[in-house]
């Protein structure tokens, strides 16, 4: 199997034109901000993100 090698500059190169792509269609009304974002979020904006508290765990494990 071939692996490709990808070039910082083909990077931001095509983070450049999706940038682009992305104005036009704000200026053009295709999209809300609000919809670009959650397009472009790694993490979606209705996820519901819950921390869990370990302090319990923890303690009985160094409490011994």
Known sequence: MK??????????RDKRRARKRDE???ARGEVT???LEEENSFIPLSAKITLQDFSKTLKR???K
């Open 33 to 35: 901000p609000e919809q």
């Open 24 to 26: 036009l269609r704000l």
């Open 61 to 63: 494990y160094y409490d």
């Open 3 to 12: 692996v490709r090698t990808v070039s910082f500059e083909a990077l931001q």
